[in-house]
Each structure stands twice: as structure tokens, then as C-alpha cells.
């Protein structure tokens, strides 16, 4: 295969994680007609009955049949789940009950009238989001709906039929849809419209009149036709990414609209996805974040049309300067923006015309490369969006009041002071008072203040004084100067202020997001992540906060959280972590609910939900995307903290697993050392029946020998097992430790045989409490150890005496040392020196150390001056 027949492996990559993706959520399939009437359930429930014959399991979640007869019939054989009972208005109406069905799981759900608005009350706002919520469920839906209400496709048909459309979907949730258009000429829906076949006949003839005149459905023919054209584009173009033998793909569109908080904002966003479906693209809309703080209304449309971009499909981008211009192409420059669509000024007035011409003027003088739309708004939105002076509200009356006075009070000082300065130090003492006063008020004061300012000299200071009339061309010079020096300097002075106060508030959020980063990089825990999580949105938003975490199968919140939860607040976190989609006040799922419920999710999964009742009654976009950014965060640490205890239980499952080799190697040499000698001796034995009697004796010492072994073996793993289930119990009883001592040493005279052993002891009495069995034991296990791994001959001595209430009996070889470097690890469980001689499962001191250590006392090992080793065995003594 040749370098261009080769298919893109990124490209590979990403359509099998789509396709791994759609495995596990559901197909949607939606009958698309270009009006009501054309059949579009009646195909639906056609659909359903041939699924149904195949053997899938089919529902039918909601239909409506609006009374027509073949319809009702249609609907009959297929099960049907019963509609949720809601109130509104004192009136009971049927939706959709979405809980119902999630309990029912089926196969293929069949939901009608996918645009339709959802009773006050519901989980959702729109069917469309309950359909998104059984698809993300794994189960399969098929539905209907009207080209009218494709959320790109609204603003056009509205141009054509003249009506406003109030129910939209948002076209994102076509792009993974599998699509058949229901089509019927314009002619045969006519004819069926006067046959009463869609409307009773009195809405039939108003609409024929209106919405269903032969133009208007040739229009939406078309319009619906287009659509489905270019959902079949898509798949065309993701198919010619993965296949090799469809050429190379080339495609460099990538769009860019502006987003501001103008109503007219949100017509040009559909446009621009009409567009990037046409042209097959990506898209982004941008909003560019000033340093002038917006009013709340204004917060309220940006948040709806940033959203409305969302829902549309485009990579929401915000960021900060106080020229849009330089912020579009900044933006526009780094995501490698090919066009980008501005919509066209509808305001008149030659403020207006020089504010946003000019932005105009820049966007096409330096865009370079970059293409430039401006597109007009529909006329419809044309009055309602102008751009109006709004009445001030009651701060803004205070600034202008302050202003007032400040140029009165001026005046007063300045007419005090005309008996001793001419007529230029007024001007002076006026230029800084407006200076002065641009620093604790906006700009519309400042420039009242400046021109207030400039007549109020001219009328009392300049001759002729008590009119507006200047005599002197200087003068008039003058005044015009400080005209426009004060109004200049005075809008200056009001936009640095501004701008500081906008660097404060991103400062604020900068130092809350390090602040976050910096105890969360500290936090060893999911407690600790969970707690400075809680500690930090308290603290800046000034508001209770829950953390909601998945324990076991059950989901509960963090028992320090501020926030309590009602049943029904962590039944909207738990919908919230189940979906992974912000839930509760300020969105569109489940709004009734008191908190704002945002999931801790990562890419690899959603981890918990943050839950934050705050005391306001609109939540500004800069808050939101920062709490955003806190859950974010916190699902980062917390999925680190998990990757990392995954990392650590998989290393020690590993290190296990070796040590469960290495101890089945060792114990099964060990074991089969002595069961080979006494096999290898029990059968030269029965064959050595005329053998010498010194002979057969030797053999039974060697099966013997081979015996004891085993046994010491088995011993050992019996011990071991002992002491890690916590059963060794020890029986304190008083002892004589020259006994202790004599008797170990008398027991193991075959294993000391080629090692010469010194006893150090006291010819009186060593009355001691211990437990002679175990430390007996212990004992033992060091002298073998002594003599295993010392040279022959090398002597071994053996200690016992008291020192400060306690005993201590001394172990002592003259061999190699223990290495500084293993002598940590001396006592750890199967553990073998580099150079020990072959043969030894390395349990023997472990069992000594913890022998000792179930009598409270204490083992040590350490190196011998001249050359050995030295263990110590420390048992204190309370009673003498």
C-alpha cells in the first residue's frame, strides 16, 4: 500500500472511539417532514411494527394520533407505557414518563413529537432532552419531527411563512441521528388537508390560508429536502476519512461568529451553523469579554445565546480584551479561523454609526487571509433588538447626583476665590474636580461633569461674565482646549479605573483557581480534595456547598459538607452523576430544584457532583464557568488520586504475585530437598537388607535428618500463618533462662555439630516471665541461622543476663556481616540475602522477631566489631 492509498490513522482513531462511544448509547432515528400532516407518525408506528416482528422489544413512550382513525389503529399490538399525570392550571395533562420507561429498559422506545414542550414540573423543559436522556440510557428511540423546528432551519422558515416558531431542537441531536424524510407533494397534502385529514375542516381552511399555502410547503419541501442532503454529506465525508480508496481529504473551512449579549445575536448563530452544515466544518463562537461590567439582563441573553451555541454544536470560546476587534482576530488567528460572521449594524445615529462602523472597518482592514460575513438580522428581531438608552438605574442616579454636586461645590470654592485669581484658575480647579470625580464614578458622569464644568466657567468667569458669549480669541481658544482636556482625560481616567476593576476581577478569579490548584496539589486524599473543595466555594462564593461521592452502589454526600440535602437535592445529584450534564437551578434539567448540581467529571468518567445553593436569583456567566472550573479541577485530582491507588494496588498485586512464586519455588525446594534424601534412604534401606548394621543405621539418621527438616519446614508455615492471622497468644509463666538457653542448645546439637558454641550464663537462678515454647522457638531459629551462614568451625556465642529490667540473650557469629545496605530488611517475610548458601524459605527470623515481639519485647540485628553478626532479643521485665 503507497503512502497516499494509506488510510489516516487519526482519522481511524477517532472513528473507532465514535463507534465504541455509540456502541454504548442509543441509535436515535427520526421521520423528518417539511410539515405537519405528511405521515411522519404513521411511518414511525409502521417502523415499530416491522421491529416488532423481528423480535425486538418495542414500546411506544408517547404517541399522538390527533384522532386519526388509521392511525389509531396503526398503534394498536405495539405495548404501550401509560403517560405521566401532571397538573397545570388546574387542568390534568399526559407526558411522557421518562422514569417509566428508564425502568422498563426496552430494546426500542417510540417517542412522538420530539420539538413538544414539556409541562411545568417535568425533569426536562423539552422531549427532546428526555429523548437525549434514553439514548444516553442505551435505548433506542425512534421520533418525529418538523423541519420548522431544527433550531438552524427556524429563522429561515419563519422568512417563508411569515409564523413564529416557539418549539425548536437544537441540531446537535441530529448529528449522530439516522434520518428519513416522510415526503408528500404540496399538492397531495393540500388535497388532504381539505379532506379533513390533518385539521378539523374550520383549522383547515385558516391554514390553507396561511402556514399551508402551495408556496410556502414548496419552501419547506426544499428546506427539508436540503437538510436531509446534508446529514447524507456527513456520513459521505466520514466515510472518505477512513477509507483509503477515496483520496485524500482536503477541507480548511473553519468558522467563527460573534457572540455579544444582544438578542440579534442568536439568529446570527443559526446562520453560522447552517453554514458550517453546508460547508461541513467546525465552528466556534466567540464572545469577547470587556473590561465594562454588563447589567444583569445583559448577563442573562449572553448566557442564553452562548448556550444556544452549545446545544447548536460550536466550541464555546470566551476570552478578555477591551477591543472586540483585536480579540475576533486574536482568537480567529489561533484556531485557525478561515471566515468569520459579524452581523450588520441595525442602529442609526452617528454615535452608533461610528462605534460599530469602525469595528467594521478594522475587522475587514486587518483580517488578512480571513473572510469576512455580515449578515442582517431578520426584521422581526430588528425592533426589539436595538440598542435603546436604557433608564439609569438607581446607582447610576447617586453618580450622576454626585457629580451634580461636586461641580456646584466647585463652582461655590471658585467664586470665593475670584477676588484673588483671574479667570484661568477656575478652569484649573474645575479640570481637577473632573479629573478627581472620573475616579469614583462611570463615564456618563464624568462626561456631564466635564461639560457642566466647561459652562459653568465660560458663563461665571469668562468675560463677559453672566452670558456664553467669549470676547477674546484666546479665551475661546482656551475653552474649547479645556472642553475637550477635561472630557478626554475625565474618559480616560473612567476607563483605567475600568479596566482595574475588571483586572481585580480577574485577579480574584486567577487567585481562587491557584489558590484551588495549589491545596489540591497538597491534598493526599480524596477527603482532603473533597473538603478544600468545599472550603474554597464557601469561602468565594459565599454560599453552602455539598460533594456528593459514589460509595459502594449507593450514592451519598460528604458528611462535611455545608449543604444538606434533601431527598429530593441528591436525587438531582444523582441524575446529575448518572448523565454527567449540570443539573438543577440555572439550567434546563430539573430547574426546580433549590442547588446548582455541576458533575466532577473527567473524560474517563464522571467521579461526583457538586452541589451549591447560591443566594442569587441570576447566576453571571463568569461564576458559572468559574464553579465549572472548580468541579473540573476537583474531578482531575480526584481521578489522579484514583489512577494512582489503582497504580499501587497493581504494583502490589505484582509484587504478590512474585512473592507467591518465589515462596512456591523455595518452599517447593525445601521441601523437596528432605522428602528426596528420605525417599532417596528409605529405598536403599529396603534394598540394603544383608548391608552392614553401620549402614542401615546411617540411613536411618539420614531419614531422620530429612525428617526433621521437613518438619522445621512445615513448622515455619504453620508459625507464619500464626502470627499474621493474630492467634499467637503467649502463656507467661516464670522460667529459668539458663534452662531456656541449655535445653535450645541441647536440642540442636546435630544442627551445631560443626560450630563450637559458647554459653555465657549466670550460675545462679534467671528467674523471668516469659513463654518458654516460643522464645524457645526463637531461639532455636537464630542459632540456625548462625550456623547456616557462618563457615565451619567459626565459633558461635551464646549470652544471657539481665540490664535494666529486662533480659537479653545475645546471639553472636564470627561470619561474613550482614551487608549494611539489607539489614532494614533483615526480618521482612521470604526475604533472602544476595549471598545466603542455597536452601531456607527466609521465614526464620521473621518467626523469631515475631515470637519476641508477641511477649512485648524487642529483636535487633546488627553487625559485630571484628568481624559477624549480633542479634539481641530484649525482654522486659515488670515483675520481680
Not at 440510557?137 to 433550531?151: F, K, S
Not at 483520496?247 to 453554514?275: C, D, F, H, Y
Not at 476570552?319 to 482568537?331: E, W
Not at 519455588?665 to 544383608?690: F, G, K, Q, V, Y
Request: with cysteine; proline share 6%.
Amino acid at each position: 500500500m503507497t503512502e497516499v492509498e494509506r488510510p489516516n490513522p487519526d482519522a481511524l482513531l477517532s472513528s473507532i472511539q465514535r463507534e465504541e462511544a455509540a456502541n454504548n448509547r442509543g441509535q436515535l432515528k427520526v421521520f423528518l417532514g417539511m410539515c405537519p400532516g405528511v405521515g411522519k407518525t404513521y411511518a414511525m408506528l409502521e417502523a415499530a411494527h416491522r421491529e416488532l416482528k423481528t423480535g425486538r422489544d418495542v414500546v411506544i413512550a408517547y404517541v399522538e394520533t390527533h384522532g386519526r382513525k388509521e392511525t389509531d389503529v396503526l398503534a394498536e399490538g405495539i405495548p404501550y407505557i401509560a403517560r405521566k399525570a401532571l397538573e397545570y392550571r388546574g387542568i390534568t395533562l399526559g407526558e411522557l414518563d421518562l422514569d417509566a420507561v428508564l425502568a422498563r429498559r426496552p430494546d426500542l422506545a417510540v417517542v412522538d413529537e420530539l420539538a413538544h414542550t414539556n409541562v411545568p414540573g417535568s425533569r426536562h423543559p423539552k422531549r427532546w432532552q428526555d429523548v437525549q436522556e434514553l439514548l444516553d440510557a442505551g435505548i433506542n428511540v425512534l421520533t418525529t419531527v418538523n423541519v420548522q423546528h431544527i433550531e438552524s432551519r427556524s429563522d429561515t422558515v419563519r422568512q417563508i411563512t411569515g409564523s413564529e416558531i416557539h418549539e425548536t431542537v437544537p441540531d446537535s441531536i441530529l448529528d449522530k441521528a439516522v434520518l428519513e424524510l416522510v415526503d408528500l407533494p404540496p399538492s397531495e397534502l393540500v388535497q388532504r388537508l381539505h379532506e379533513g385529514k390533518v385539521y378539523v375542516p374550520d383549522r383547515a381552511a385558516a391554514a390553507l390560508k396561511n402556514f399551508f399555502r402551495e408556496g410556502n410547503l414548496t419552501a419547506l419541501r426544499e428546506l427539508a429536502l436540503r437538510l436531509v442532503a446534508d446529514h447524507v454529506g456527513e456520513d459521505t465525508a466520514e466515510f472518505r476519512r477512513t477509507e483509503p480508496s477515496a483520496g485524500p481529504w482536503k477541507t480548511g473551512n473553519r468558522l467563527l461568529v460573534a457572540v455579544g449579549p444582544s438578542p440579534l445575536s442568536e439568529p446570527l448563530i443559526r446562520w453560522t451553523r447552517r453554514m458550517a452544515d453546508e460547508l461541513r466544518c467546525p465552528w466556534l463562537g466567540v464572545h469577547v469579554e470587556s473590561s465594562r461590567p454588563l447589567a444583569e439582563s445583559a448577563q442573562t441573553q449572553l448566557a442564553k445565546n452562548l448556550e444556544t451555541a452549545r446545544e447548536l454544536g460550536a466550541e464555546v470560546v470566551t476570552t478578555t480584551d477591551d477591543d472586540v476587534a483585536r480579540g475576533l482576530l486574536r482568537v480567529a488567528q489561533e484556531r485557525n479561523v478561515t471566515q468569520i460572521i459579524f452581523g450588520k449594524p441595525t442602529e442609526t445615529g452617528l454615535f452608533h454609526w461610528f462605534q460599530s462602523g469602525r469595528l467594521l472597518r478594522r475587522l475587514m482592514q486587518e483580517s488578512g487571509d480571513i473572510d469576512l460575513h455580515v449578515i442582517k438580522s431578520e426584521k422581526a428581531l430588528i425592533g426589539s433588538g436595538k440598542w435603546h438608552w436604557r433608564p439609569l438605574t438607581a446607582p447610576s442616579f447617586k453618580q450622576y447626583g454626585l457629580a451634580l454636586g461636586v461641580i456646584f461645590g466647585t463652582g461655590l470654592l471658585n467664586l470665593g476665590l475670584t477676588a484673588f485669581a483671574g479667570p484661568r484658575v477656575p478652569g484649573l480647579i474645575f479640570l481637577l474636580a473632573v479629573v478627581l470625580l472620573a475616579l469614583f464614578v462611570g463615564r456618563g458622569p464624568v462626561f456631564l461633569a466635564g461639560t457642566l464644568s466647561a459652562l459653568a466657567w465660560n458663563f461665571f468667569f469668562l468675560p463677559p461674565r453672566g452670558t456664553l458669549v467669549i470676547e477674546h480669541a484666546e479665551d475661546a481658544i482656551l475653552f474649547v482646549t479645556y472642553f475637550v482636556v477635561a472630557l478626554v482625560l475625565g474618559q480616560l481616567v473612567a476607563r483605567i479605573r475600568a479596566q482595574g476593576e475588571a483586572e481585580r476581577r480577574r485577579e480574584e478569579r486567577s487567585t481562587a483557581l491557584y489558590e484551588l490548584t495549589r491545596e489540591f496539589s497538597e491534598a493526599a486524599s480524596r477527603d482532603e480534595v473533597v473538603w478544600q473543595l468545599i472550603n474554597q466555594v464557601n469561602r468565594l462564593f459565599r454560599a453552602p456547598a455539598a460533594v456528593s461521592l459514589p460509595v459502594g452502589e449507593r450514592f451519598v454526600p460528604y458528611p462535611d459538607s455545608t449543604l444538606t440535602l434533601t431527598e429530593k437535592e441528591l436525587s438531582v445529584s444523582d441524575w446529575a452523576f448518572r448523565q454527567g450534564k449540570a443539573a438543577g437551578r440555572f439550567t434546563d434539567n430539573l430547574p426546580g430544584a433549590d442547588a446548582l448540581h455541576l458533575p466532577m467529571a473527567t473524560n474517563r468518567k464522571t467521579l461526583g457532583v457538586l452541589a451549591v445553593a447560591l443566594p442569587v436569583q441570576n447566576l453571571p456567566l463568569a461564576q458559572r464557568d468559574l464553579l465549572e472550573t472548580f468541579a473540573r479541577q476537583a474531578a482531575l485530582v480526584l481521578d489522579r488520586i484514583e489512577l494512582r491507588t489503582a497504580a499501587e494496588q497493581t504494583r502490589l498485586f505484582s509484587e504478590s504475585e512474585r512473592l507467591s512464586r518465589v515462596l512456591l519455588n523455595s518452599i517447593s525446594h525445601e521441601l523437596r530437598t528432605p522428602l528426596a534424601a528420605s525417599t532417596s534412604a528409605a529405598s536403599a534401606l529396603a534394598e540394603a537388607e544383608d548391608a552392614p548394621q553401620e549402614h542401615r543405621r546411617a540411613l536411618l539418621r539420614e531419614i531422620q535428618e530429612a525428617n526433621t527438616r521437613l518438619n522445621r519446614i512445615i513448622g515455619n508455615l504453620l508459625d507464619v500463618a500464626r502470627l499474621e492471622s493474630g492467634k499467637v497468644v503467649p502463656r507467661l509463666d516464670w522460667n529459668d533462662a539458663r534452662d531456656l538457653v541449655q535445653t535450645t542448645i541441647r536440642e540442636l546439637q546435630r544442627e551445631l555439630s560443626e560450630h563450637p558454641v559458647k554459653m555465657e550464663i549466670p550460675a545462679e537462678p534467671m528467674l523471668v516471665r516469659l513463654d518458654f515454647t516460643l522464645l524457645q522457638h526463637a531461639l532455636a531459629n537464630l542459632l540456625v541461622n548462625a550456623a547456616t551462614h557462618t563457615p565451619r568451625g567459626t565459633p558461635i556465642d551464646v549470652q544471657a543476663r539481665f540490664a535494666e529490667n529486662a533480659l537479653l540473650v545475645i546471639v553472636a557469629d564470627r561470619g561474613p556481616g550482614i551487608p549494611p545496605e539489607i539489614l532494614p530488611r533483615i526480618f521482612d517475610k521470604f526475604f533472602r540475602a544476595p549471598n545466603a548458601p542455597t536452601g531456607g524459605s527466609g521465614l526464620g527470623l521473621t518467626i523469631a522477631k515475631g515470637f519476641v515481639e508477641a511477649q512485648g519485647g524487642t529483636i535487633t540485628a546488627a553487625n559485630r566489631p571484628g568481624g559477624g553478626a549480633i542479634f539481641t532479643l530484649n525482654l522486659p521485665q515488670t515483675e520481680k
